[in-house]
């Protein structure tokens, strides 16, 4: 079940009716009705592996109690018997397969005969994310930042809540936790904030998005007969592909938190805005840049402070790895980390690493010459580097780079290939129009000041819908769905 679905929608109605209504004014009751519902999401959608994120929510709400009440050097155990357990349960659904392959490939290439059989292992969707979820709760009790929870019930909803549970945000126990101790109370301006957030989601996913995966997805699937003009189309179309898959479900994910009265953590910034790699990842999926910066890069940086600008670099590139390491087991996503973490190189040896300086239009409301080159470039770097994070093997990347330089006439694009390109970058524009005019908004459809008059603005609102129904591509599966 997909949350731009009419099943999401039913099931969704339904929570809303019995949430707000014989359960208004109990916290508890509503807790536990979130919490039935989330487990009901995760097994419509993966049943065989509720067992294991309800075995995981036990042992750590059970580990947390045990931090709180040892001493320092016990807490410090616990923690870290915690921290093991949540990265072993990624090591093994994730990666065990990886490294039995990488492997088998070494030994092969040092002329050892083996033969290493892979393991059945089905992927748990949703474990990258809440696999987060649980370490974070634990580091968070052990700093001393938040006491644990005594109520099972909340913590159990904290780690499945349902909009976030499959490609987040990665919501922190500090944020959320305290939300969930009281009752929520219907509020109909904050409701309808998140409806309109939900609109704007679902017309970046199913309106761009999806229509792009339909050329894009065409062009990876026969590298070898695309000629440099195709190529090059792909690799500038794909982050916007991505951004609007991807950011248009987190739009949706807290849309519906707001509605159901949680505050869920915010995942994207207009990332298209930014001037260097830097303001790009503070942009960029922040709940995961935010939580690898906390938890890895921080205590990176304390440790290698000694060595001045090496340091920094050895722990923004050990970050970055991670960061892209997390999206799965290739080594594709390994490079893809790297080649972020070399881009960061230039900007710390500049003394530019940490600056932030506001983004302001122009008399004409458009960026300056100079932000927009900065603009520009950033984006193509971020383009390039999505050819390595898009490719199944380093091989197919450098089969798509070589490709770029093929300036053949092996095919064409088709009219119809043409038609949904256009169409796409169109309302892509639109979208990217409406994020620079709302850049200082928490997402682009708060209009309120943009667009005083709610006859007009509701007429915004309405067009959009009215695209969603004419306009919207082929049901495509979220992409960070997959990681």
Same mark, same amino acid.
């Given at each position: 079940?997909?949350?731009?679905?009419?099943?999401?929608?039913?099931?969704?109605?339904?929570?809303?009716?019995?949430?707000?209504?014989?359960?208004?004014?109990?916290?508890?009751?509503?807790?536990?009705?979130?919490?039935?519902?989330?487990?009901?999401?995760?097994?419509?959608?993966?049943?065989?592996?509720?067992?294991?994120?309800?075995?995981?929510?036990?042992?750590?709400?059970?580990?947390?109690?045990?931090?709180?009440?040892?001493?320092?050097?016990?807490?410090?155990?616990?923690?870290?018997?915690?921290?093991?357990?949540?990265?072993?349960?990624?090591?093994?659904?994730?990666?065990?397969?990886?490294?039995?392959?990488?492997?088998?490939?070494?030994?092969?290439?040092?002329?050892?005969?083996?033969?290493?059989?892979?393991?059945?292992?089905?992927?748990?969707?949703?474990?990258?994310?809440?696999?987060?979820?649980?370490?974070?709760?634990?580091?968070?009790?052990?700093?001393?930042?938040?006491?644990?929870?005594?109520?099972?019930?909340?913590?159990?909803?904290?780690?499945?809540?349902?909009?976030?549970?499959?490609?987040?945000?990665?919501?922190?126990?500090?944020?959320?936790?305290?939300?969930?101790?009281?009752?929520?109370?219907?509020?109909?301006?904050?409701?309808?904030?998140?409806?309109?957030?939900?609109?704007?989601?679902?017309?970046?996913?199913?309106?761009?998005?999806?229509?792009?995966?339909?050329?894009?997805?065409?062009?990876?699937?026969?590298?070898?007969?695309?000629?440099?003009?195709?190529?090059?189309?792909?690799?500038?179309?794909?982050?916007?592909?991505?951004?609007?898959?991807?950011?248009?479900?987190?739009?949706?994910?807290?849309?519906?938190?707001?509605?159901?009265?949680?505050?869920?953590?915010?995942?994207?910034?207009?990332?298209?805005?930014?001037?260097?790699?830097?303001?790009?990842?503070?942009?960029?999926?922040?709940?995961?840049?935010?939580?690898?910066?906390?938890?890895?890069?921080?205590?990176?940086?304390?440790?290698?402070?000694?060595?001045?600008?090496?340091?920094?670099?050895?722990?923004?590139?050990?970050?970055?790895?991670?960061?892209?390491?997390?999206?799965?087991?290739?080594?594709?996503?390994? #490079?893809?980390? *790297?080649?972020?973490? +070399?881009? =960061?190189?230039?900007?710390? $040896?500049?003394?530019?690493?940490?600056? &932030?300086? /506001?983004?302001?239009?122009?008399?004409?409301?458009?960026?300056?010459?100079?932000?927009?080159?900065?603009?520009?470039?950033?984006?193509?770097?971020?383009?390039?580097?999505?050819?390595?994070?898009?490719?199944?093997?380093?091989?197919?990347?450098?089969?798509?780079?070589?490709?770029?330089?093929?300036?053949?006439?092996?095919?064409?694009?088709?009219?119809?290939? #043409?038609?949904? *390109?256009?169409?796409? +970058?169109? =309302?892509?524009?639109?979208? $990217?129009?409406?994020?620079?005019?709302? &850049?200082? /908004?928490?997402?682009?459809?708060?209009?309120?000041?943009?667009?005083?008059?709610?006859?007009?603005?509701?007429?915004?609102?309405?067009?959009?819908?009215?695209?969603?129904?004419?306009?919207?591509?082929?049901?495509?599966?979220?992409?960070?769905?997959?990681?």
């Amino acid at each position: 079940m997909v949350i731009n679905s009419f099943n999401f929608l039913f099931f969704f109605v339904v929570l809303f009716l019995i949430y707000y209504f014989p359960l208004k004014n109990k916290a508890g009751a509503q807790n536990w009705c979130l919490l039935i519902a989330s487990y009901i999401f995760y097994g419509i959608t993966d049943l065989k592996m509720l067992p294991i994120l309800l075995t995981a929510t036990i042992v750590f709400y059970i580990l947390g109690i045990l931090i709180r009440r040892s001493n320092s050097k016990k807490a410090s155990f616990f923690t870290a018997l915690g921290v093991i357990a949540g990265v072993g349960m990624l090591v093994y659904f994730k990666y065990l397969n990886f490294f039995i392959d990488s492997f088998e490939t070494l030994f092969i290439s040092l002329g050892l005969n083996v033969n290493i059989t892979t393991l059945n292992i089905v992927f748990p969707l949703g474990i990258s994310f809440f696999t987060f979820r649980l370490i974070s709760y634990l580091i968070e009790i052990n700093r001393g930042k938040i006491e644990p929870t005594k109520d099972f019930i909340a913590f159990a909803t904290y780690i499945a809540f349902f909009p976030t549970l499959l490609a987040g945000p990665i919501d922190r126990p500090n944020d959320f936790l305290p939300q969930l101790k009281s009752a929520r109370v219907f509020d109909y301006n904050i409701a309808m904030d998140g409806t309109r957030q939900i609109l704007w989601g679902i017309f970046k996913k199913m309106v761009i998005a999806d229509n792009m995966a339909l050329f894009i997805g065409s062009v990876w699937g026969n590298l070898a007969d695309q000629n440099a003009t195709t190529l090059l189309i792909t690799v500038l179309a794909y982050p916007i592909q991505l951004y609007a898959d991807f950011s248009g479900y987190s739009d949706m994910a807290i849309g519906v938190g707001k509605i159901l009265g949680i505050r869920v953590a915010i995942n994207f910034h207009y990332p298209f805005f930014a001037r260097n790699v830097a303001e790009y990842w503070r942009s960029w999926h922040m709940s995961l840049t935010s939580w690898i910066t906390d938890y890895v890069f921080m205590p990176l940086n304390v440790k290698f402070r000694n060595l001045g600008d090496l340091g920094l670099i050895s722990a923004v590139i050990i970050n970055m790895i991670i960061i892209g390491i997390w999206h799965g087991a290739n080594w594709t996503f390994a #490079v893809f980390g *790297l080649y972020h973490g +070399l881009l =960061f190189v230039p900007l710390i $040896l500049s003394g530019s690493f940490g600056k &932030r300086k /506001k983004l302001k239009a122009n008399n004409y409301g458009l960026p300056s010459m100079n932000d927009f080159v900065k603009m520009l470039s950033t984006y193509l770097l971020v383009a390039f580097g999505l050819i390595i994070f898009n490719s199944q093997s380093l091989g197919q990347a450098v089969l798509f780079i070589k490709g770029l330089f093929n300036f053949s006439n092996l095919t064409s694009l088709t009219a119809e290939g #043409v038609r949904v *390109l256009a169409q796409s +970058l169109f =309302f892509a524009a639109i979208m $990217l129009l409406f994020e620079w005019k709302q &850049r200082d /908004k928490e997402y682009a459809l708060q209009i309120d000041s943009l667009i005083p008059k709610k006859f007009f603005r509701y007429a915004v609102y309405w067009v959009l819908l009215i695209l969603v129904i004419l306009f919207s591509g082929e049901e495509q599966i979220f992409i960070y769905m997959q990681f």
